[in-house]
């Protein structure tokens, strides 16, 4: 349904890290920027990442960006339990003429 | 401070019409690209379209073109969406976004509108 493929759920421990990847083609990922988005519950999406792997002033270097080839990856260092959050990556999509969004991961801090 | 503030939540029966807004604050509201995103129950984010305030030049999601009408009145700083004829599966929440563009770079969302939630049901 969702032209950008996330894993529906990732789990981590407080302090740990753990990556949440985002898989798309050659009409999106592999030749577009990607941004990703927190969504805390019951609040509107906020920006995390841009351009791959850029963070907006405010944002912790314990979130990172990385892209390579059709695949992108964000990454989570010293996990807080205010992680806890659903994780978008999104993109243009050429073909389509249009932003695409993975489906989500949901971020559980155990 | 860049901030957008949407309408409040709205309650609709199946074929009424409905408009909801998107007043920028903070920053040259003519001169950035307004987004419209979906976000249907307990799912993901769907991108509608977006609008350019200065000249209302706007573009529509393949998925959304015809379902819905884009706007915006520069003069006050608001963007709108609009349906004439709301179903049920219209039932969600909707975001408005600032979207960046940056020439040799990509496009983002920042920051974004609290949300709408619209409900239709008979």
């Known amino acids: 349904q969702f032209v950008l493929t996330q894993p529906p759920s990732v789990s981590a421990a407080p302090g740990q890290k753990v990556t949440i990847s985002c898989s798309g083609s050659?009409?999106?990922?592999?030749?577009?920027?990607v941004c990703w988005y927190q969504q805390l519950p019951g609040t509107a999406p906020k920006l995390l990442i841009y351009?791959?792997?850029k963070r907006p002033s405010g944002i912790p270097d314990r979130f990172s960006g990385s892209k390579s080839g059709t695949s992108a990856t964000l990454g989570i260092t010293g996990l807080q339990t205010g992680d806890e959050a659903d994780y978008y990556c999104?993109?243009?999509?050429?073909?389509?003429?249009?932003?695409?969004f993975g489906g989500g991961t949901k971020l559980t801090v155990l | 401070e860049v901030q957008l503030v949407q309408s409040g939540a709205e309650v609709k029966k199946p074929g009424e019409s409905l408009k909801i807004s998107c007043k920028g604050s903070?920053?040259?509201?003519?001169?950035?690209?307004i987004a419209w995103v979906r976000q249907m129950p307990g799912k993901g984010l769907e991108w509608m379209g977006i609008?350019?305030?200065?000249?209302?030049?706007?573009r529509y999601s393949p998925s959304f073109q015809g379902q819905v009408t884009i706007s915006a009145d520069k003069s006050i700083s608001t963007a709108y969406l609009q349906w004439s004829s709301l179903k049920a599966s219209d039932t969600a929440m909707y975001y408005c976004a600032r979207s960046i563009v940056v020439a040799g770079s990509g496009n983002w969302f920042d920051p974004w509108g609290q949300g709408t939630l619209v409900t239709v049901s008979s």
């Open positions: 351009d791959n792997n």
């Open positions: 903070g920053y040259s509201f003519s001169s950035y690209w």
């Open positions: 050659s009409s999106n990922i592999g030749n577009n920027y």
């Open positions: 609008i350019y305030p200065g000249d209302s030049d706007t």
């Open positions: 999104g993109t243009w999509d050429s073909s389509l003429s249009a932003v695409v």
